[in-house]
């Protein structure tokens, strides 16, 4: 797949834990092969860079797999508040993935014709 606009990058945070277990670097080892996950890396030990295809997730679906794998993510009210955009931005994004756009009629606004009435049928009609 060559087309970009299906690809997205994103940073993940993760709730702060002493455990190396639940943090970034374990979280990347874990996610690094699933397919539709081009690159894991972690930027600290609490923050993720990601870069995922939409043809196989969304930011919900990556957070629920973090979840799934016992990675909490953290739920700070800034982060909920650009998880939520991110989600959003991402089902708007997987929805018109599939929209072919050859079904649109590709006539020239020349071609067509603008139905129209003499101006005396318009008082003919009102009479």
């Not at 994103?10 to 943090?23: A, P, T, W």
């Not at 993510?73 to 991110?86: E, G, K, P, T, V």
């Not at 929805?95 to 072919?100: H, V």
Request: aromatic fraction near 10%; include cysteine.
């Amino acid at each position: 797949m060559d087309d970009f606009e299906h690809y997205r990058c994103r940073h993940i945070y993760l709730k702060q834990s002493d455990e190396k277990s639940k943090q970034a670097e374990a979280a990347c080892h874990k996610v690094a092969g699933i397919e539709g996950i081009i690159l894991a890396t972690p930027v600290d030990i609490h923050n993720i860079h990601l870069i995922y295809s939409l043809d196989h997730f969304s930011f919900e679906l990556i957070i629920e797999l973090l979840d799934e794998l016992g990675f909490e993510c953290d739920n700070s009210i800034m982060l909920s508040l650009r998880n939520a955009i991110y989600q959003y931005l991402d089902e708007n994004a997987r929805e018109n993935l599939d929209i072919d756009i050859t079904r649109f009629d590709q006539k020239s606004p020349n071609n067509q014709k603008i139905p129209h009435q003499p101006p005396d049928k318009y008082w003919e009609d009102y009479h």
